[in-house]
């Protein structure tokens, strides 16, 4: 008798198909949701040539899952999955035709999902980097930050003084930059970072004011000035501040921690520049650290602290909606006046490092995923760290060795 074996495999595929889309439904039924993916750097290349030829560029970083889309200035690119910390990209010949600086970002969607944290892409001609003309600032401690502040395709700087002010210096593209132009702050500015807050692409400020209790909020007008500031009042002492869209409506929020009383204040950005009141939300520890990541892969962005008195960090875990879960407190036997999040280790999970300026030593906490760390490895240094990059690369020499 004559059998049709292709025929005969419909109703079985049928029958699996129905299978798997049930098992989709449940797993999305169950509350499974994609990380909120957090893009490390660098970028490879890190640079392209204007007017030069397409390239793939390769991205790092934790949370990347199968359908993450790499946007390029905000529009998506053809992506392709390597793994959950690597993704690459094709960047077309018409992205590069003029000099410029390129926004890079990761999307995930629904369910969970969101867009991460930006880098910037440079679209320049190479040239020789020289340092002259060297503006110091004597008046206290400084924060720098750097983004293409008027558009025209060249990196600035954003320094901020405690005296009272940011300085803005323009880039010149060879590595110099044009005379500081201060704009007034809040009392005893620190912590500086860049995005644009009331969504109409000009990059915009917003400074910690450490004696001030305040953030200041300047809006960029797109040629490199701004207008003045506007306050908003946090906890006392405000030092790190973070930025990331806590309750996923598309505007940038702000978080800054709050010495004393040990605090973080969360301020939900409206998207037209301004800001609600701030919420607060106790810490374990006297802060001095601040960072921003989906650390238990739920796809909502949490908040993880470090200080000293006690020594230790505590998580707080987002909601989703702009609010947090309660802390959980992590011992440890070293403090952090500094703390970056990045994946050291290569497994695809947002571990931390921090700086303890008190033993001259960095450590890493590698994350399991679910909000929790284990410790890993702890590098004495040749002075007392202050600062610490996603690589680890220190301001002072480090050697490795095992915590």
């Not at 644009?196 to 917003?206: E, I, Q, R, S």
Request: with cysteine; hydrophobic share 40%.
């Amino acid at each position: 008798m004559w059998f049709n074996r292709a025929a005969s495999r419909r109703p079985v595929f049928a029958l699996i198909t129905l299978l798997l889309a049930s098992c989709g439904i449940m797993l999305a039924q169950a509350g499974q949701k994609n990380p909120v993916p957090f893009l490390s750097q660098p970028l490879e290349p890190a640079t392209a040539t204007p007017g030069g030829t397409h390239f793939t560029l390769t991205l790092h970083g934790t949370g990347f899952v199968r359908g993450s889309v790499v946007q390029w200035n905000g529009s998506g690119r053809p992506t392709t999955f390597v793994s959950s910390h690597q993704l690459r990209a094709k960047i077309g010949d018409e992205d590069i035709l003029t000099a410029g600086t390129a926004t890079v970002t990761v999307l995930n969607q629904q369910p969970g999902g969101g867009v991460s944290n930006l880098q910037y892409f440079q679209i320049t001609t190479p040239g020789v980097i020289t340092v002259s003309n060297a503006t110091n600032y004597s008046s206290g401690n400084t924060y720098v930050a750097a983004a293409d502040l008027n558009g025209d395709g060249k990196l600035d700087m954003v320094v901020s003084n405690a005296a009272g002010s940011v300085a803005v210096l323009l880039g010149n593209g060879d590595g110099t930059f044009q005379p500081a132009v201060q704009y007034g702050a809040g009392s005893e500015p620190e912590a500086v970072v860049v995005a644009d807050f009331n969504n109409d692409g000009k990059m915009d400020l917003a400074v910690s004011n450490h004696t001030g209790s305040s953030i200041s909020i300047l809006l960029g007008n797109g040629d490199g000035t701004f207008q003045p500031h506007v306050d908003y009042m946090v906890g006392t002492y405000p030092t790190a501040l973070v930025m990331g869209d806590f309750n996923r409506d598309g505007n940038v929020d702000l978080a800054v921690v709050n010495t004393a009383p040990s605090s973080i204040s969360v301020l939900l950005g409206k998207g037209d520049g301004t800001f609600a009141p701030a919420v607060q939300y106790s810490s374990m520890t006297t802060v001095t650290a601040l960072v921003v990541g989906d650390f238990n892969g739920d796809g909502n962005l949490d908040l993880v602290t470090a200080g000293y008195y006690p020594v230790g960090i505590s998580f707080f875990a987002g909601k989703g909606d702009g609010t947090f879960a309660p802390r959980k407190d992590i011992p440890l036997t070293s403090a952090a006046q500094a703390l970056v999040a990045a994946d050291f280790n290569d497994d695809g999970i947002l571990d931390l490092a921090g700086a303890d300026y008190g033993t001259g030593t960095v450590f890493t906490l590698l994350g399991k995923g679910d909000g929790t760390f284990r410790k890993g490895v702890a590098a004495p240094c040749k002075s007392s760290p202050l600062m610490i990059g996603p690589r680890i690369s220190m301001v002072t020499d480090c050697s490795t060795s095992r915590s």
